[in-house]
């Protein structure tokens, strides 16, 4: 067997360098290695926006994110996203006894084909981070083992170098989706593209797979219209697509009846998919012919959920995956990009065009930027603020310890869980989430560590598991742990201790291994100051600790989640709504007590409520108004100013008390009764309040 690098694992020993999570990258050659002077990265699309999506698509973070992952783990493996990415540079040196490619020497220009997930990778400097072309130019090396495959790069320069590396991320999809389709003598297939680099290989293969006989029809996302010109794109296109349509895949079946009536309702003879915005393998599944064939070129290009759309249709569909390295690939994809350089030259003046006007700093391709909502699994955020806790919650969540979550009611403490148990080592483990404020304190006991069987008057014969046996291996989410009792805090603070402990009724000690999460609304410390919650037993929870801000802190995510709420509830009811600016402005400007839990209160009963397809400010003031129309003590609630603005806030609630009353009476004669106020004020208020 090859040498694939068993003697540069450093942690944990007894893995392989591909799922070790970190590896020796000392420049010291061992036996049967050869060493490679890094130029070039091109990452895996996946792994590339999460960074950016997590650094605000600033070029200084980004390089200092990517820093961080290859210097925590000496290679370049994005724990989050489970991906990497390939190089390009030059062989420097050597070892004696290695067997690996034949007719390789020092100073030939090479790529490698295998991701850098297990490959030792140290980096000195990132010179340039390219966002349209998930890529980097850097400086630094890499070790490669007999079994890494490395091929002598072509002569491809400049920007040339950089479609051949990008096009060498799809090699193995792009030669078996040829395949597929010159079996099964398609004549027409749709491409779901996630940016026009990626469609142009797929575009190139599919019509060269049926030549003179194959049609192409491209689809992109209409969030992709601010950033690509259609009519430019179709020019950078020319021949290789028939037909080119922006639609939002979020809402699938509009966008399906735009593709039906352009297409004249006639179904594709297979689909690649390489969007992995949730609808689009809707729309892929409803365009393909009766045993048709869905291509997915990742398993993250929603495939699970693909087949569930085709069983729902009643549709057989033959569903591909496409993904990974394929023998001889490497020859195909440099004769498709060969084939391709004139029009990668046209497409690439445009993207580089688009670039200098800093199209790429944010928006749809990047699904980020400063002003753009960013999301962590299904936690969508904009602020800094927010950002920061987020950035913390991926950093804890690979260190397998105790964690407190502290946040007022509502701000979303069991969504940061989520964030911790997803990107943690044990997410394939069992995940138990409790809330402690519902257990009977006289069997808080037996739920959480089970009992034997006839333990008790009741008991079922069989005994019962407890939440610690349930939760083994796995992570246990205890939610209001503050309400639980001293007495029960006390045996918590055993288990923990001691991983081990007694069913009710048991004589012997049962062992587990549980990550234990909990999350409180009162901070623990205030409760150990007061008598409630054991000290130990905080000392023991408190490894690290998660602060959840209200939403009042984080302006910011109130406008992005009221949007993806709005949305949300678009696609329950099928029908779409959207905010006017006003209201988006009344919706920041109120305090929100609730947090994000009244909010999409809020926005569900605007959304039922509004006649019309737009929400305006006028809706949501006096929807606001029916519940705080008079200041009170939950208005205040989490004040943290050393003063307040007496002016400003009387002000703010005289609007919501007119907003109300005009809602209430529907005149303003009437609402002046209701307030006895004379008609004359009410209306100059009414102006002033622009109601």
């Known amino acids: 067997m090859k040498g694939f690098g068993l003697d540069r694992v450093l942690e944990p020993k007894g893995s392989i360098p591909v799922t070790a999570w970190k590896l020796d990258d000392s420049p010291r050659l061992l036996s049967k290695e050869l060493k490679i002077e890094v130029r070039r990265i091109d990452f895996d699309r996946g792994s590339f926006s999460q960074i950016c999506s997590i650094c605000g698509y600033d070029e200084a973070k980004i390089k200092a994110r990517i820093m961080k992952i290859v210097n925590e783990r000496h290679k370049l493996h994005n ?13 420097s040196e050597i070892s004696p006894d290695f067997a690996g490619l034949e007719g390789l020497n020092v100073g030939d220009e090479v790529i490698c084909l295998t991701p850098l997930a297990g490959l030792p990778l140290h980096l000195d400097e990132i010179e340039e981070v390219d966002i349209a072309y998930s890529q980097i130019s850097c400086r630094g090396y890499a070790i490669c083992f007999e079994s890494v495959q490395l091929v002598k790069q072509e002569e491809f320069c400049g920007a040339e170098s950089k479609f051949l590396l990008r096009a060498l991320e799809e090699e193995g999809s792009l030669e078996n989706i040829a395949a597929e389709l010159r079996r099964m ?13 990626d469609a142009m290989f797929y575009a190139r293969a599919a019509l060269d797979s049926n030549p003179g006989r194959m049609t192409n029809v491209l689809v992109m996302d209409s969030s992709y219209e601010h950033i690509y010109d259609k009519e430019a794109l179709r020019s950078a296109f020319g021949t290789l697509v028939s037909r080119m349509y922006f639609v939002d895949l979020s809402t699938p079946m509009e966008a399906l009846e735009t593709l039906l009536a352009g297409e004249k309702r006639e179904p594709v003879d297979a689909v690649i998919n390489l969007e992995s915005i949730k609808g ?8 393909v012919r009766e045993k048709g064939m869905v291509c997915y070129t990742g398993m993250n290009n929603n495939y699970v959920q693909g087949l569930l759309v085709a069983d729902c249709f009643g549709k057989e569909v033959l569903h591909y995956t496409l993904d990974g390295y394929e023998k001889g690939a490497y020859a195909f994809t440099v004769s498709l990009v060969r084939s391709l350089l004139s029009d990668l030259q046209k497409l690439d003046g445009y993207i580089q065009q688009a670039r200098a006007e800093n199209v790429f700093s944010g928006g749809a391709l990047s699904e980020g930027g400063e002003n753009a909502a960013r999301r962590i699994d299904d936690f969508i955020y904009m602020s800094p603020l927010t950002a920061q806790m987020v950035e913390e919650a991926l950093n804890i969540a690979k260190y397998d310890c105790n964690v407190i979550i502290q946040g007022e009611t509502g701000v979303g ?10 990107n943690s080592s044990r997410r394939s483990k069992p995940c138990i989430k409790i809330n402690c404020a519902t257990i009977q304190e006289s069997l808080a006991e037996s739920e959480f560590f089970g009992y034997e069987s006839g333990s008790f008057t009741g008991a ?9 046996e349930l939760a ?12 639980l009792s001293l007495a029960m805090q006390s045996k918590l603070l055993r288990v923990l201790q001691e991983n081990s402990y007694y069913r009710v009724g048991g004589t012997r000690p049962r062992h587990v291994n549980v990550r234990v999460i909990c999350a409180s609304n009162v901070p623990l410390k205030k409760l150990v100051s007061e008598g409630a919650f054991r000290e130990d037993l905080y000392y023991r929870l408190n490894i690290c600790m998660i602060n959840v801000p209200p939403l009042r802190s984080r302006k910011e995510d109130i406008l992005c989640l009221a949007q993806a709420f709005l949305s949300g509830y678009g696609e329950k009811y099928g029908l779409k709504k959207e905010f006017a600016p006003d209201a988006l402005e009344e919706l920041a400007a109120y305090r929100w007590p609730g947090n994000v839990r009244e909010l999409e209160n809020v926005i569900h009963r605007l959304y039922i409520s509004a006649r019309e397809t737009v929400i305006d400010g006028m809706a949501v003031a006096m929807l606001l108004s029916e519940s705080s129309y008079e200041l009170d003590a939950q208005d205040l609630r989490g004040e943290t100013a050393e003063k307040l603005d007496f002016n400003a806030i009387m002000d703010k609630q005289e609007k919501r008390l007119i907003a109300y009353a005009l809602k209430k009476c529907g005149t303003t004669r009437a609402a ?3 307030l006895s106020l004379p008609q004359a004020t009410l209306a100059r208020k009414k102006i002033k309040h622009e109601l």
């Open 672 to 674: 002046a009764d209701f």
């Open 460 to 468: 079922h014969s069989e005994g019962k598991e407890g939440y610690f």
């Open 185 to 197: 003598k398609a004549e027409k297939v749709l491409i779901i593209g996630t940016n026009p680099l």
């Open 472 to 483: 083994n291996n796995g992570t246990l989410f205890l939610d209001e742990i503050g309400s």
């Open 413 to 422: 403490k069991e969504k940061v869980f989520n964030i911790l148990h997803q």
């Open 79 to 91: 724990p989050y996203t489970e991906s990497s990415g390939l190089l390009a540079g030059t062989i």
């Open 280 to 287: 689009s393998e809707t729309v892929a599944n409803c365009l």
